[in-house]
């Protein structure tokens, strides 16, 4: 079956530091690894995609490392703002009939930036 | 925000009632999605479409029915609700290509009382 298990569940941090997010899946056969955003009340938002051959990618603050032989991810924040808070969702791609690539969800790491 | 719109945004609704909940999108995207989030659990596959009337079961699709008539819309249908689809549903749509981006509408929050 194929599972994404994200970790801290939860997490608060003080405005101005960095943390780091991580996410284990089993994935199978795995397409790519998108890292997600969702804002209470909101729909999620893309972050970073990654395929197979990538082992980093970045977008402003945020930088996504992965490791497809120990079927990891990370997901760094530097430099923490309050509109950070929020829900953080690993996604794992797998390819699947008609090539919809199902998309298997983590439940997410609740991140809560504080003065 | 990406051209995806829901209806309606929230619904509260009455046991053994059929509910459709539409999904709208303005970006011509082959590929349209129906999740259901619960606290606990990550968003959850409902039904998903790869084209106009071709569709497919997710992991959850157990009382629930899709229709994609034409490449903008999506409906989502639940034929008899019941307390344990109270849950907030998401629409998501893709286009073609393994590693393009997926759009998430803003979500429908169903109570079924």
């Known amino acids: 079956k194929n599972q994404v298990e994200q970790s801290p569940q939860s997490l608060i941090i003080l405005e101005g530091k960095n943390c780091t997010l991580q996410?284990?899946?089993?994935?199978?056969?795995?397409?790519?690894l998108r890292w997600y955003k969702q804002d209470t009340g909101r729909g999620p938002v893309s972050l970073t995609i990654?395929?197979?051959?990538?082992n980093t990618k970045s977008n402003g603050r945020y930088t996504a490392t992965l490791d497809a032989d120990t079927k990891q991810s990370s997901l760094h924040i530097t430099a923490s703002q309050l509109s950070d808070s929020a829900s953080y969702i690993c996604?794992?791609?797998?390819?699947?009939?008609?090539?919809?690539?199902?998309?298997?969800f983590g439940t997410g790491t609740q991140l809560k930036v504080e003065l | 925000d990406a051209g995806i719109t829901q209806s309606p945004r929230h619904k509260v609704t009455e046991t053994g009632t059929p509910v459709t909940l539409r999904c709208h999108q303005t970006e011509n995207h082959r590929y349209m999605y129906w999740y259901r989030q619960d606290p606990g659990h990550g968003l959850r596959l409902i039904h998903y479409?790869?084209?106009?009337?071709?569709?497919d079961k997710g992991e959850v699709s157990d009382g629930y029915s899709v229709s994609r008539s034409k490449t903008e819309d999506f409906l989502l249908t639940l034929e008899s609700a019941t307390s344990s689809q109270t849950s907030v549903y998401f629409c998501?749509?893709?286009?073609?290509?393994?590693?393009?981006?997926?759009?998430f509408g803003q979500g429908t929050r169903l109570t079924v009382v």
């Open positions: 996410c284990n899946y089993t994935v199978s056969p795995f397409s790519n």
């Open positions: 998501a749509i893709r286009g073609s290509g393994g590693n393009t981006e997926a759009f």
């Open positions: 996604v794992v791609s797998a390819t699947s009939r008609g090539g919809g690539n199902k998309l298997t």
């Open positions: 990654m395929t197979f051959s990538e």
């Open positions: 479409s790869y084209g106009v009337k071709d569709t």
